[in-house]
């Protein structure tokens, strides 16, 4: 059963009490969606607030967990979101990828991501993006005849001079003098 918001409980939403997430879960009418006090998602509107005692109690109602704060575990919810993430840009690295179609696709905030990305993985999200393309395109040198364009293209980097300037600067060779050293030497 629902209850009324209190003062108590809007002022622990608003200001992220992570104290009162073993008392209280809180459900948005307009998007469906439940959270923890703690959650760092923008503030609802207080009218559409219901509160919950568990997440059965909001799941038994149609809301939906959210993905940021992971309401129905009982783990650390940033390494999971953080984990959801990189999983998410595993998979779509060469895909036109930037922090606010990160956050909105793990529902959150661009700067929160961003924020909490570097803090677990110590690195910032584009620089990992651009560390699998790269990656990814040392492979496609060594394996395939691609043409440069080609391989900057399947990996994310429409933009040939860019993706030639950025391999350089991970290995300090551009993709033809990587492709040859590799054929000359063997080299990984």
Same mark, same amino acid.
């Given at each position: 059963?629902?209850?009324?918001?209190?003062?108590?409980?809007?002022?622990?939403?608003?200001?992220?009490?992570?104290?009162?997430?073993?008392?209280?879960?809180?459900?948005?009418?307009?998007?469906?969606?439940?959270?923890?006090?703690?959650?760092?998602?923008?503030?609802?509107?207080?009218?559409?607030?219901?509160?919950?005692?568990?997440?059965?109690?909001?799941?038994?109602?149609?809301?939906?967990?959210?993905?940021?704060?992971? +309401?129905?575990?009982?783990?650390?919810?940033?390494?999971?979101?953080?984990?959801?993430? %990189? @999983? !998410?840009?595993?998979?779509?690295? &060469?895909?036109?990828?930037?922090?606010?179609?990160?956050?909105?696709?793990?529902?959150?905030?661009?700067?929160?991501?961003?924020?909490?990305?570097?803090?677990?993985?110590?690195?910032?999200?584009?620089?990992?993006?651009?560390?699998?393309?790269?990656?990814?395109?040392?492979?496609?040198?060594?394996?395939?005849?691609?043409?440069?364009?080609?391989?900057?293209?399947?990996?994310?980097?429409?933009?040939? +001079?860019?993706?030639?300037?950025?391999?350089?600067?991970?290995?300090?060779?551009?993709? %033809? @003098? !990587?492709?040859?050293?590799?054929? &000359?030497?063997?080299?990984?």
């Amino acid at each position: 059963m629902t209850s009324s918001l209190s003062e108590e409980q809007w002022h622990a939403i608003i200001t992220n009490d992570a104290a009162f997430d073993a008392v209280f879960l809180y459900g948005v009418r307009s998007t469906g969606i439940f959270c923890r006090p703690s959650c760092k998602s923008p503030n609802p509107k207080k009218e559409f607030i219901r509160i919950f005692q568990n997440s059965q109690q909001a799941l038994t109602e149609g809301y939906r967990p959210c993905k940021r704060c992971k +309401p129905c575990d009982e783990h650390m919810p940033d390494e999971e979101w953080v984990l959801q993430i %990189k @999983q !998410f840009i595993d998979m779509h690295y &060469a895909e036109p990828l930037t922090l606010a179609r990160l956050a909105d696709h793990c529902h959150g905030s661009p700067y929160y991501l961003q924020r909490t990305f570097k803090k677990m993985m110590k690195i910032s999200p584009t620089d990992y993006i651009q560390q699998l393309r790269i990656s990814h395109a040392k492979k496609l040198l060594i394996q395939t005849d691609s043409s440069i364009a080609e391989i900057g293209m399947k990996v994310g980097f429409p933009n040939t +001079p860019y993706f030639i300037t950025l391999f350089k600067q991970y290995t300090e060779k551009t993709p %033809k @003098q !990587f492709r040859l050293a590799f054929k &000359a030497n063997g080299l990984n």
